[in-house]
């Protein structure tokens, strides 16, 4: 029995088996105003991953500068703006956009069985707000910089020179492609599932997306006025956030979390979403207590709004809000606690291939343990007003953001490469490069959390030779890191261009996009599916259908 | 350079424990450390031995997944438990941090770019370093002037930010005689140019990097005499000499160079009987004046009533509390030496 059944009517493109997605049109227009979610998700993941390096490299000048004690390649007003930059980039025009909507763009329709998102001129209309966003933020980079911290704290970014309009204003039209983004996924899921896809049939990459989803729309929103209001402050002295004019510096802080709290968990959500499908797909398993999943996954998404203040329990605030932000934090780790179990009961007894993406999908677990306890540390007040501003929060959202976000979305990219481009890649040399990534991520990271916990404060141009040790061993990792990442965009390239050619299930999956053909065509499916079971019922598969090809 | 001793750490992660507050929070430090480090080995061991045990073969059946609700159960219901028990050993330490006794010694902070100022009850006042009685509780009164700073004792594990306008408080009761650092734990940036002096001899550069003070815990009789004692020339130097040390102890260094490289405040190379041109002050002073005996006075007392032309007026006043006459007359005394 097939478990996907397409109608018998005919389709446009049936006719030609060799038309998919990337060859119905040519030309660079084609692509401009494309309304084909896998065409935008393409230019989404094109863009981010230019952020991607770009970040990168002034995080490889940061860890530089921090080679030594002392003046090591640059001044500390250079420092400040280039550790700015590093932050803006990474979480505003890297790691929030990256699953959703590149990743997520490309393989949500699909999932769903449907031909495309629900509103494709929005999704093309995101896309180019992202891409304004960016432009107004990067200009700032030549119309003197900006040197206050990816969290513009007040009344330091209220007083200091620099371009600190342009910078905020393009996190504020780039906030818009996060909120409209969101807006279409909501309405596909609800609105365009295949007959036979329940709810409780849903993969549980799109239950992250969904969760994710809700958030970009009721979070951003926060950001936007609070950006708003910081740039009312400096254009027009408002005195919102001055002490001076009877406004309060910490009343910022308060917004501004508001916000990017729930902005951390649509940066983990998706991950944990991708970990789900590489799981399943490589142990050839139903994920241990789907339901726990997705139930989870929508409580961290209400969770998230509660715990802002917890990064601010130095500020000033009474000890009776400290105290309901931390009992309200620790409740937040326990549904990930809950999915960390769910995936390891996952791999008790089951049929696992450590193919390239499993194995980021394992070092996500790995990585999100470390994470995630570092975590109940910043959450107990005692310990946090030693730990907080110091190393050990930058280690513990590191691990969080790059060793369970970043891992996971290689491990999504490798993945799904074979249906985005149609190719596969040497598995050899991704596995290669794994391990350097592996080795020098953790390399980098791990002796942060020492750094920290013995006083090493954070956004420090300079430091006491007795933190040298630590900060030496730390750099010289970022440049293994450097070399395991370069080392895979190598082998991502020479995929483009001489892979060899991806049959349309290589990673034996059961899961409802490998039903079409890798690359897809425009309309995703040859006609419309229906769904006769869940995405990861392998028991009810039939061979054919996890079958290479 | 003056040379502080920083003991090495007490245990591999944390800085020696100098307060009575400090091994309460240690102990939970640990606990969680002890926690985390048996939850990650035992959820990486899982993964490690169940992905060689159970690795796929030809001819694997692909069945379904079983379902155990009660252990779902039993694994959101202990941790909940301990997460509970965390957060009630953390926030009843934490008040211990934060609830002051109505005799504690009462110090007044405040944070500016990039230096802390202390003032004592008896009114006394320093830059950059500051004297505890060994065993008295201290109540920290803090602020500051221009940004957020935050005022960070690693070896008491306590900090607490500098907000302008407001006051905020922190607790802690020296229990170690020695020296343990203070560092600034709020970004709060750094010179627009080049790369200047600290405030604090010895300390790291780069502005937010470079705010870093000196907690000197002492005996009670030390502490006393240091609050009646009047500040005198240390034995065997001249004037000039003396106005060296104050020249870095209390933070002319940061502003003012004696090289002749512009900074936040003019170079002292040569300047001493120089006339110089002037902005608009507090008192109205325009036009041009002299670097003499009398101007030097004045700009340290009130230092924006005749602030040199090109500078802003940000200098910090140094009241008879901060800097005694004679030891006004030991930095003039050190000023007229450069030439």
């Known amino acids: 029995m097939a478990a996907i059944t397409t109608d018998s009517h005919g389709h446009a493109g049936q006719g030609d088996p060799n038309a998919n997605y990337l060859n119905n049109k040519k030309g660079v ?47 500390p007003d250079t420092y400040n703006r ?256 809950v999915k960390v179990f769910n995936w390891t009961g996952t791999l008790w007894r089951a049929s696992i291939w450590t193919a390239s993406p499993m194995l980021y999908g394992l070092a996500f677990l790995f990585q999100f343990c470390i994470g995630g306890l570092t975590g109940l540390f910043l959450a107990t007040l005692a310990t946090d007003i030693h730990l907080h501003d110091t190393y050990f929060v930058v280690a513990h959202f590191h691990y969080v953001m790059v060793g369970s976000t970043v891992f996971a979305f290689i491990g999504g990219l490798h993945y799904w490469w074979p249906k985005i481009t149609g190719k596969l890649y040497d598995e050899a040399t991704a596995k290669r490069a794994f391990w350097v990534t592996f080795v020098g991520y953790n390399g980098v990271f791990l002796p942060q959390f020492v750094l920290g916990s013995r006083g090493m404060p954070r956004r420090y141009y ?58 897809p065509p425009l309309e995703n499916f040859p006609s419309q599916p229906t769904f006769n079971r869940g995405p990861y019922d392998y028991h009810l598969a039939t061979d054919a259908e996890i079958a290479e090809d | 350079m003056i040379h502080f001793f920083i003991p090495q750490p007490a245990s591999f992660d944390l800085p020696p424990p100098i307060s009575s507050e400090a091994p309460q929070i240690d102990w939970i430090y640990n606990l969680i450390y002890y926690v985390s480090v048996f939850f990650t080995v035992v959820i990486t061991g899982l993964m490690l031995y169940w992905v060689h045990k159970y690795k796929r073969k030809k001819g ?163 502490f006393d005499k240091r609050m009646t004692e009047g500040p005198s020339k240390p034995e065997g130097l001249t004037d000039a000499q003396w106005g060296a040390q104050l020249y870095k102890s209390n933070a002319c260094v940061t502003c003012h160079s004696t090289d002749g490289t512009k900074g936040t405040g003019p170079s002292w190379k040569g300047i001493f009987g120089k006339p110089v041109e002037l902005n608009a002050g507090l008192s109205g002073g325009t036009g041009s004046a002299t670097v003499d005996e009398s101007y030097v006075q004045e700009s340290i007392r009130v230092p924006a009533a005749k602030v040199v032309a090109g500078f802003a007026p940000v200098m910090p006043p140094y009241s008879e509390q901060a800097l005694s006459e004679k030891q006004i007359d030991a930095i003039i005394a050190y000023m007229k030496t450069l030439e």
């Not at chain 1, 105003?33 to 991607?52: E, N, S, W």
């Not at chain 2, 370093?129 to 221009?146: M, T």
């Open chain 1, 82 to 337: 280039i550790f700015t930059i590093h932050g803006v980039v990474m979480v505003f025009l890297f790691i929030i956009p990256a699953i959703p909507a590149a990743l997520g763009n490309f393989v949500l329709p699909i999932m769903l069985g449907a031909k495309d998102v629900a509103f494709p001129r929005l999704n093309l209309a995101s896309y180019y707000l992202f891409v304004a966003g960016a432009c107004f933020a990067l200009f700032s980079l030549i119309d003197g910089g900006v040197d206050t911290g990816w969290t513009f704290y007040t009344p330091y970014s209220t007083t200091t020179n620099g371009a600190v309009v342009w910078m905020v204003f393009g996190a504020f039209i780039a906030g818009f492609s996060s909120i409209l983004t969101g807006l279409n996924f909501i309405v596909t899921i609800h609105k365009l599932r295949a007959p036979g896809q329940t709810w409780s049939r849903l993969p549980l990459f799109l239950w992250a997306i969904y969760a994710t989803s809700i958030l970009q729309v009721l979070a951003t929103p926060v950001l936007a006025i609070t950006l708003l209001l910081l740039i009312l402050e400096r254009t027009m002295g408002i005195g919102i956030f001055d002490p001076h004019k009877g406004g309060d510096p910490v009343l910022f802080q308060h917004f501004f979390w508001f916000y990017s709290h729930p902005a951390v968990y649509i940066m983990i959500l998706p991950g944990m979403g991708i970990v789900n499908e590489l799981i399943a797909t490589f142990t050839h398993r139903k994920i241990m207590g789907y339901r726990a999943v997705f139930i989870s996954s929508l409580a961290l998404a209400l969770f998230s709004f509660l715990v802002w203040a917890h990064h601010m329990f130095t500020s000033g605030n009474s000890e009776y809000a400290n105290m309901v932000f931390s009992a309200l934090t620790f409740l937040v780790a326990i549904p990930s606690g």
């Open chain 2, 60 to 222: 694997d059946k692909r069945v379904e997944t079983p379902h155990y609700p009660r252990l779902e159960i039993v694994w959101t219901v202990i941790p909940i438990i301990f997460v509970a028990f965390l957060f009630h050993i953390g926030f009843k330490a934490y008040l211990g941090q934060t609830m002051a006794s109505q005799d504690a010694l009462e110090i007044r902070v405040r944070g500016q770019k990039w230096q802390w100022w202390f003032t004592y009850p008896n009114g006394r006042e320093a830059p950059n370093e500051l004297y505890l009685p060994v065993g008295k509780q201290v109540k920290f009164v803090i602020s500051a002037v221009d940004v957020l700073h935050s005022f960070y004792v690693p070896g008491a594990r306590t900090k607490k930010d500098a907000v302008p306008g407001m006051y905020t408080t922190m607790v802690m009761t020296p229990t170690s005689l020695g020296d343990t650092p203070v560092y600034c734990a709020e970004y709060c940036g750094a010179p627009r140019e080049g790369n200047p002096e600290p405030a604090y001899a010895g300390a790291p550069h780069g502005g937010h990097s470079a705010m870093m003070a000196m907690i000197h815990v002492v005996s009670q009789a030390e």
């Open chain 1, 29 to 75: 227009m084609s692509w401009l105003i494309t309304l084909d979610h896998k065409r935008i998700g393409v230019m989404y993941l094109v863009t981010v991953l230019a952020f991607f390096l770009f970040g990168g490299i002034m995080a490889l000048l940061v860890r530089a500068e921090l080679f030594s004690p002392g003046r090591t390649l640059m001044d």
């Open chain 1, 462 to 519: 300079d430091y006491l030779p007795q933190f040298e040790t630590l900060h030496r061993v730390s750099t010289v990792f970022s440049w293994v890191l450097a070399v395991g990442l370069f080392w895979m965009a190598f082998m991502f390239i020479q995929s483009l261009r001489n892979g060899k050619k991806a049959p349309r299930n290589p990673w034996n999956s059961a899961g409802f996009e490998w039903g079409s053909p890798n690359p």
